[in-house]
């Protein structure tokens, strides 16, 4: 492995006391006492190690968390160690709405060197009712190499493992309380993950019973091949192992899967028919995934298009694109509308990553469409009062939810056209250069 690397990796694995932060720290402090860590390890503790998932206090407990971060940086500096565990802390998600997060936080002796929020919240335990869900990661940079992490519930999807290993990271840290119950799981995931990606795991579960979840225990380093390294049982107990970069080195010199990324799939398959789209959307809805629908005549498109696009997808887990075909464009827009026709708008509609599926209609609104798919979610632009927008009788009715978005950028398409026409009429267009 080249350049320098954690030589060793472990975890504080112990019962959380609900809602006592004075006793957790002091748990936390005497295992790393137990333990005495080598320099330069990296040590994973549980996840919320500090206050155990304690919903009601959980506005009052992130505002502890800066003096949290302090204590651990106070415990990183004493052992000259990096530690690792998931908190709750305050801040702005992606869409710029303040919400409380499950954040994990890599905390050095100078400090905090980075964190990851979680992505998958946990609805069997109400988590997405009080957290809100991270961004989009990268892996952690610290002098010792980049990490990848994973809060509990994550190491259910690989894609967010693989993410962070196609960056660069060569070591993924879990900080997790995973029930007992479905311990069996926690292990055959942990080992998947590791051999999928040829990358060394650290794995922190909290063990005893915290609140009403009897939790699994277990916690595991794991070499990039799936071979355990070290392993706890079901109590508490402080462990390390040294993580052999050579390993890892000899493992991708052979075949390298995480390097392997091709681009497989046809973006023109999202083009669908209305009767097609109600039949694609029957198994995504049977499954319990949630299905979002906005609306558009999407004519050149723009950036203030597609960072309303991105954030309409972020309302479920799947986004439906209804677009005016041509004949609907020039009955809304006028003569000279659309600039690109149906085809051309679908197709680059269906290029974008956050864009499940591109139906066309005729008609003036997409009612029609509406009521045929019933959304989860109807997204709209925020200059439309909720009471003028199509189709939000109907979504309510069905149980669904009406979300308005502002648009990021201060664009539209008319003014795009009248730009390219200026530039034109200047002779500054691109046939009349000098």
Known sequence: MSGRFFPHAGFLQFSITLGDTAANVRKAGELLQ???????SLIVLPELWASGFDYPR???LAEKTPVLLAKLQEFAARYSIFLGGSMIAAGNGADGEPGLFNTFFLVGPEGIAGLYRKQHLFGLWEEDRFFSRGGCPGPITTPLGRIGALVCYDLRFPETARRQCFAGAKLIVVSAQWPRVRLDHWRILLRARAVENQVFIAACNSCGVTGEHELGGHSMVIGPDGTVLTGAGAGEEALAAGLPGADLDRLRSRFCPVADRPYQK????????????????A??????SRIAFTNGCFDILHSGHAAYLE???????CLVVGLNSDASVRRIKGGGRPVNDQTARARVLAALGCVDFVVLFDEDTPITLIRAILPDVLVKGADWPEDEIVG??????????????AFEHDLST?????RIQSLGSTGRGENNKP
């Open 34 to 40: 137990r333990l005495n860590p080598a320099a330069d």
């Open 266 to 281: 046809n973006d023109r398959d999202k083009i669908i028919s209305m009767a097609a789209l109600r039949e694609r959307l």
């Open 283 to 288: 198994p995504v809805r049977d499954q319990g």
């Open 311 to 317: 954030r309409a997808r972020k309302t479920a887990d």
């Open 58 to 60: 959980a506005g009052e």
């Open 392 to 405: 939000a009788p109907e979504v309510k009715k069905a149980g669904g939810r009406v979300v308005r978005i």
């Open 414 to 418: 008319t003014a795009v056209i009248h």
